[in-house]
Every structure is written in C-alpha cells, then in structure tokens.
C-alpha cells in the first residue's frame, strides 16, 4: 500500500533569486495558478501540482503526486525549470529524499506493434501492446512514441543515479513525437494511436512501412486532460481529429455543443459515436473552410453554465496562437475553461 509520504516530495534551491517564481508562472500561464505567500506560487495539475515559496537563501520546492510515476515526472519537470531558468543553478538543487532506484524511467513501456488499420483516407491506426497500462487509461490524453533509428537495435532512456532521466544520444538518438491516446484497454493490454499521414517525416515513413510485430517505445501519459464539462466546443484539423473523437466517445450522454473538424476533403471523414446532444460538423478545406471560419459560426455560450463549458481548439501551431488571442480572459473565458493547442507547425517534418 502506498503512503501518503510516498507521493510527496520537498527540496529546495539554494541561492535561486525570487525571479524563479515568476519565470515558472510565466511559463504556466494556460494552468491553474494558486498565489502564495511573499510571492511563493503553486501549479495544479490532474497528476499533482508544483509548489514554490521563499526560503532562508533558497526557493522551497513541495510536490505532491498521485502516483508514484507521476511523482517522478514531476520532479523531471521542476529540475527541468531549474535549468531553463539558470542551468549554474541545476547543482544547487537538493531534494530531502531520493526516490526508489530504477533502470529506465516509470512511466516508460516497451511495446510491440500487434494490429494495424486504417480508419479513415489518409490514417494509419496502430494497435500497441504493453505492460502496466492502466495509467494511460486515466492520467493523460497523450503519449510519446518513441522511434529508433532505422535498421538499429533500440536504445531506451535509462535514469542516472541522480535521478534524471538519460536519453540515447548520437546514432543511438529516438524520434519521440507526441500522439493522442486513441483508445486504450489496460485489461487487454493495448492502446492504439492515429496517425495522420500529412508527409514524409520520419514519423510517417514509419507508419508507412511498420508491420506487426515492431517495437516501440512509449512514454507516458501526459498532457492534456479529458475536459470535464458538460457543454464542449471542440475544434481542430486531421492532426486533432484522434483526440476530439475520443473526448467525445468518453464524454457524459448529456454533455450539450458542438464539434468541428477541419479536413482536406470528405475521404478523411471517420465515423465517429458522440452524444446525442452534440452536433459534429466537418470542415473541408477543399470547400475553403478553415477553423477560424467554423468557429466565428457558432454560437458560444457566453455565461457559466451548469455542468461547466469548455472551448477546446488544436490545430496548427499559428493558426492556434492567433485563436488564443480571441479567447483569452477578456472574452469572458476562465483560464481554465479553453484548451487551445498548437498540434504541428506548418512546414515542419513530424
């Protein structure tokens, strides 16, 4: 049985200037901030949160976990801040515990490629079995893939005896693009992933090419969260597609509102089960409709409902950022009632 000890973790920085605080607030402006006091700050997140507050010549540093692997991904993520804010500073981080040693890191699985399909034009839909993945069934909404180089024996990150996590590096290097947990059945062992073929990046060419039996890494979960609320507005492109099917086909029978879905054309088009009271519209590019058009046609609920709304956009990283600045606290919405994510960056191999 795990104690509450187990999930909780201080330390401090010694010498950090009270800067440190708001660097980190900076960076996590789109989370749920709690003020401290004499400047101290605290991060919430569904695994847990970050807490940071003055000290005598340091930056106290309190985490709290759900789990033991999401215990160790977040002290990952503040030695993580640590050194983008001063990498002088990552030696004077001193924790009051070490945590278990490991090999490789808790949330990393191997696994290996038992079923591929193809869903809709354009998407390979791969079926990954693994050990150990009930996490993935209720933490996050994301994963990493984790590719080795081709025609290489994979090399997996393993964890120094400080505790951080140890990617190959050189030939041995992975390709670890992020994709959305399409379904997962931690019983059966298998979760799948969609993959959009857009181009001819490393990613696609493996998806391309992959047959059963291939192994692959996976890290995880992590970001982004099933949004609970009772009226959604859901909007993305072909890339956001994988993660809007499954918020719906897992949300409430009475959640009210509306999806959007931009497409190249009506091949991409999927079947997909959503509640009665949400309308699914597809967007086509090859109509001139685009994301920002949709969603100037629908009709948000301006005022707090009951059950709570939540505006979740994600696309390409440009168009994203243009629409966050139409949804920002100014518009009436909460910071924690949009989720507006930039998915892929045009002009980028994945």
Not at 92 to 103: G, I, M, N
Not at 300 to 315: K, S
């Amino acid at each position: 049985m795990i104690r509450a000890d187990d999930l909780s973790l201080t330390g401090r920085v010694l010498d950090a200037p009270g800067s440190f605080a708001a660097h980190v607030a900076e960076l996590y402006a789109a989370f749920d901030l709690t003020d401290l006091p004499c400047g101290g700050l605290r991060v919430n997140f569904a695994n847990g949160s970050i807490s940071l507050s003055v000290a005598e010549r340091a930056m106290a540093i309190a985490v709290t976990a759900v789990s033991s692997t999401d215990l160790f991904v977040l002290r990952e993520a503040v030695a993580g801040l640590v050194e983008g804010f001063d990498p002088t500073l990552a030696a004077r981080l001193v924790w009051d515990r070490s945590l278990p040693k490991l090999t490789t890191p808790p949330n990393f699985r191997q696994g290996r490629v038992v079923a591929i399909s193809h869903p809709g034009a354009g998407y390979t839909r791969l079926r990954i079995a693994a050990d150990h993945l009930a996490p993935f069934a209720v933490s996050g909404l994301h994963l990493r893939l984790l590719l080795p180089p081709e025609g290489r024996i994979p090399v997996w990150p393993s964890v120094s005896d400080a505790g951080r996590t140890v990617w190959p590096s050189g030939a041995d290097k992975l390709h670890d693009p992020v994709y959305t947990i399409r379904a997962v059945d931690p019983q059966a062992g298998w979760l799948e992933v969609d993959i959009f073929l857009h181009g001819k990046g490393r990613t696609c060419r493996w998806a391309e090419s992959v047959r059963r039996g291939a192994v692959v890494g996976l890290i995880g979960p992590g970001g982004g969260f099933l949004p609970m609320a009772r009226h959604l507005v859901l909007a993305g492109d072909e890339t956001a597609l994988p993660a809007i099917a499954r918020i719906l086909e897992t949300a409430p029978p009475d959640t009210q509102g509306q999806a959007l879905i931009l497409l190249p054309d009506a091949r991409a088009a999927q079947p997909l089960a959503c509640p009665a009271g949400v309308q699914l519209r597809w967007l086509l590019r090859s109509a001139g409709d685009t994301l920002e058009s949709g969603l100037a046609a629908v009709d948000l609920p301006q005022a707090r409902l009951a059950g709570g709304r939540h505006l979740w956009i994600a696309g390409e990283r440009a168009e994203c950022q243009r629409l966050r600045g139409q949804f920002n606290a100014s518009s009436g919405w909460a910071k924690g009632e949009t989720t507006i994510a930039g998915y892929w960056v045009r002009d980028v191999q994945a």
